[in-house]
């Protein structure tokens, strides 16, 4: 399967930005159709919180694709994220939606496209270009895929985090 390609969506693909090859033998295939969609925050602090420029960005998401493959604790396959967005509102795909994301812990990566927000929201709200382009790509997603907005989800909802702060879980509730 191909990034979404839908009306004002743009989309970073994985060489614009020097994503790394998968380790697809630690890969699991998508078993079934995307049926939820959970956001996420990076929690880092080091990102530009307006998303400063294209090549800062994407050392961001190659350094949060290296923990998630290097990481004694991962190992994963990929970075976990099916997308990431900056502040600026740039839009990166990351694991391919080929691939069962790595994002919501065991089962609840099932079947859930997983989308990260690059900064950290615990003190502080997305960009006014971050929150347009992650309702764009929610509103494309969900239309491709047939998701109802009930199954748009904050990562807290499947665990005990604080992710992804206050400010986008709000924003998150009122999306649906």
């Not at 994407?58 to 493959?69: D, L």
Request: aromatic residues 8%; positive net charge; charged residues 25%.
């Amino acid at each position: 399967m191909q990034a979404p390609t839908g009306k004002g969506l743009a989309i970073l693909r994985r060489q614009q930005w020097n994503a790394r090859a998968p380790r697809v033998s630690n890969l699991t295939p998508l078993k079934g159709a995307w049926s939820r969609i959970t956001v996420h925050h990076s929690a880092e602090s080091t990102s530009d919180p307006r998303g400063g420029s294209l090549e800062d960005a994407a050392a961001t998401v190659r350094i949060i694709q290296k923990y998630h493959m290097d990481d004694p604790g991962h190992r994963w396959g990929d970075i976990g994220y099916h997308f990431l967005i900056d502040g600026a509102g740039r839009i990166f795909e990351g694991r391919e939606l080929e691939w069962q994301g790595a994002h919501a812990g065991g089962s609840n990566n099932h079947q859930n496209i997983g989308i990260c927000m690059l900064g950290d929201f615990e003190r502080r709200a997305p960009t006014e270009a971050a929150l347009k382009s992650l309702q764009v790509l929610l509103d494309d997603l969900r239309g491709r895929f047939r998701i109802p907005a009930e199954r748009v989800a904050p990562h807290n909802t499947y665990g005990s985090t604080r992710c992804p702060g206050p400010a986008l879980t709000a924003w998150l509730k009122k999306y649906k």
